[in-house]
């Protein structure tokens, strides 16, 4: 068992970076293949970026890899997703997500752990 939590989001203009962080408090963290992902108004949850137990592999979505980092630090039991040269698109509510399991998971039934979300605005 694992509790999410994410913060770091906010109002930002385009061009800007912000650097989310998601905390986890539970058991055995580096155990845990960690993802984000987000949800903009009026569309369904998509895959942003993945990272393995040990983070030794990560993968990130088409639309954003030149511009996104995910990152762990297993011993502060954080994941955290860079986001560099941001776009209006990218305003979305910005979740967390973890699961017991080997590999880059790149799907949400794939999870079994979610946070609440933070918010992140870019305006033009």
């Known amino acids: 068992q694992v509790s999410l939590v994410e913060s770091g989001g906010g109002l930002v203009q385009t061009g800007d970076s912000l650097r989310l962080s998601c905390a986890a408090s539970?058991?055995?963290?580096?155990?845990?293949?960690m993802g984000w992902f987000r949800q903009a108004p009026g569309k369904e949850r998509e895959f942003v970026a993945a990272?393995?137990?040990?983070?030794?592999?990560?993968y990130i979505e088409d639309i954003v890899k030149r511009r996104f980092t995910i990152s762990r630090d297993n011993a502060k039991n954080t994941v955290y997703l860079q986001m560099n040269n941001l776009k209006p698109e990218d305003t979305a509510v910005y979740y967390c997500a973890a699961a017991a399991k080997l590999g880059l998971l790149l799907w949400t039934y794939e999870y079994d752990y979610w946070g609440q979300g933070t918010r992140v605005t870019v305006s033009s």
């Open positions: 539970g058991r055995a963290f580096s155990s845990y293949a």
């Open positions: 990272i393995t137990r040990s983070g030794d592999d990560t």
